[in-house]
């Protein structure tokens, strides 16, 4: 296991995000926890929802007086990552058949990083998603532990198979943590079943108000003319968030307004081999439409670009056929942009259809109301401003914090 550094963090910098209840509410929990002491397990330090939440979660967590640590698997090779990837997908619904050696490869990276545990001495440890689910198997639990299994995906309806494998490690642990209540039946007796949300950081360099003149020069910058329409979808390059359609949608668009122009702003995970294959399969269907445009990390694009992209665009796309949050939703409702997103997952958490965005289920459906905000900018501005107010209430970085400490006292 590797330890993550993350940047210092202030919650008194987030005061003016909390109303009075809930600094109260603070108090009272963080006296009952003292100075509890909490690892966070991940499979990768960078690229993804995962990696984005835990990079504020933790430091401001440290800074409320916690002693927490982000450990991320380590010697685990792309094979691991391949099997692991398709767990992602078939918990998310993928059909196929999880073979022996593909159990086998999952269990023994398992093995080998559980065995970096044996030393340590946490009041609880948090592992997220199924990538590393399995260490409780092999790091006996010590007296006063409580382990936590966070889910980040959409496991509403699981490939049985793959899901009944997972049942046997995440049934063991004191708590589970699914983003929404559909991604889990009821009857599955799952302990201390918790429903919390993923947040952004209204102050990270992601998601702090940029002026328009200087996210301009930003995306110029990528080769994007601002004077034309821009729409973008920030995501990596995986079926699940439809890449391949984000581009029929533009090309819809673009029969009725030849002047529009598409990014498509991808990061490459570290734990997601398929997205190279993806990213390729991007770039051949965009073919010599060089108002495509599909960027990634490796052209530059960190917090700040991906921030300048979203507060520029015109319209934002998040297209998912499957989501299980879906951040890049809640990052371009923040930023007062109107998003166009999946009719789907967590994002229907966010999205209220008609009212503060569109949700749709084809590439009709997406190209139209793309179409429909493009010709209405006032109706954008009226819809936008609506989604940002329910992002500040609800998703940001400091009630995804009160939420942990909440389960940590119910726990304790
Ligand atoms: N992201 C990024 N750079 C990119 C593309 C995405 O930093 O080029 C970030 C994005 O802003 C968001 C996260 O990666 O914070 C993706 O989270 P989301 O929940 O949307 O999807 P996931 O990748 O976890 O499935």
């Given at each position: 296991m590797?330890?993550?550094?993350t ?6 910098d987030?005061l003016?995000?909390?109303?009075r209840?809930s ?12 100075e509890?002491k ?5 499979a ?6 995962v990696?984005?939440i ?7 967590m440290n800074?409320?007086?916690l002693?927490?640590d982000w ?8 094979q691991?990552?391949?099997v ?10 993928q059909?196929?058949e ?5 159990r086998e ?9 559980a065995y970096?545990m ?6 609880y ?11 409780i198997h092999y790091?006996?639990k010590?007296?006063?532990e409580?382990?936590i ?10 490939n ?26 009821e009857?599955?007796g799952?302990p201390?079943?918790?429903f919390i ?12 108000p ?5 996210a301009?020069e930003?995306?110029?910058s990528?080769?994007?003319?601002t004077n ?5 979808q920030i ?6 968030k439809?890449?391949l ?7 819809i668009?673009k029969k ?5 122009q598409?990014?498509l ?13 993806y990213l390729y399969?991007?770039l051949r269907?965009a ?7 599909i ?8 917090g700040?670009?991906?921030n ?6 015109d319209v934002?796309?998040?297209?998912s056929?499957?989501e299980?949050?879906g951040l890049t ?5 923040w930023?007062g942009r109107p998003v166009?997103?999946?009719n789907?997952?967590?994002i ?5 259809d008609n009212?503060?965005g569109y949700?749709?289920s ?5 190209a ?7 010709r209405n900018?006032?109706?954008?501005q009226?819809m936008?401003e609506k989604g940002?107010e ?5 998703f940001?970085?400091?009630k ?6 909440n389960?940590?006292v119910k726990?304790?």
């Amino acid at each position: 296991m590797e330890l993550v550094k993350t940047e210092q963090k202030k919650f008194n910098d987030y005061l003016e995000f909390l109303d009075r209840e809930s600094i109260k509410e603070f108090d009272g929990l963080l006296q009952q926890l003292g100075e509890k002491k909490v690892a966070m397990v991940s499979a990768t330090g960078f690229g993804g929802g995962v990696a984005e939440i835990l990079h504020s979660l933790v430091p401001l967590m440290n800074d409320l007086g916690l002693n927490v640590d982000w450990w991320v698997l380590s010697s685990c090779p792309n094979q691991f990552y391949n099997v692991t990837k398709t767990f992602h997908n078939c918990l998310q619904g993928q059909e196929g058949e999880l073979v022996q050696r593909d159990r086998e490869i999952y269990l023994h990276y398992n093995e080998l990083n559980a065995y970096q545990m044996l030393e340590w001495n946490y009041d609880y440890i948090v592992i997220h998603d199924p990538q590393p689910a399995a260490l409780i198997h092999y790091r006996d639990k010590k007296a006063g532990e409580k382990w936590i299994w966070r889910c980040h995906i959409d496991t509403s309806t699981p490939n049985m198979e793959y899901w009944d494998f997972l049942y046997q490690y995440i049934s063991r642990y004191n708590a589970c943590i699914f983003t929404m209540s559909e991604y889990v039946k009821e009857n599955h007796g799952l302990p201390n079943l918790t429903f919390i949300t993923p947040s952004i950081d209204p102050l990270s360099y992601k998601n702090i108000p940029l002026t328009r003149e200087r996210a301009q020069e930003i995306v110029s910058s990528f080769g994007i003319d601002t004077n034309r329409y821009l729409i973008s979808q920030i995501s990596r390059f995986d079926p699940w968030k439809d890449p391949l359609g984000v581009i029929d949608v533009y090309r819809i668009v673009k029969k009725e307004l030849p002047e529009v122009q598409i990014a498509l702003v991808g990061s490459m995970a570290s734990d997601d081999p398929e997205g190279w294959d993806y990213l390729y399969r991007t770039l051949r269907k965009a073919g010599e439409d060089y108002d495509i445009k599909i960027i990634t990390n490796f052209n530059g694009i960190t917090g700040l670009e991906v921030n300048a992209f979203q507060t520029v665009s015109d319209v934002l796309l998040q297209k998912s056929l499957k989501e299980g949050f879906g951040l890049t939703v809640t990052e371009g409702l923040w930023k007062g942009r109107p998003v166009v997103a999946g009719n789907v997952g967590g994002i229907k958490l966010q999205i209220e259809d008609n009212i503060s965005g569109y949700l749709v289920s084809t590439v009709e459906e997406c190209a139209e109301k793309v179409l429909h905000l493009l010709r209405n900018p006032m109706l954008s501005q009226e819809m936008s401003e609506k989604g940002r107010e329910k992002v500040r209430k609800e998703f940001l970085v400091t009630k995804n914090v009160l939420n942990y400490l909440n389960l940590f006292v119910k726990l304790a």
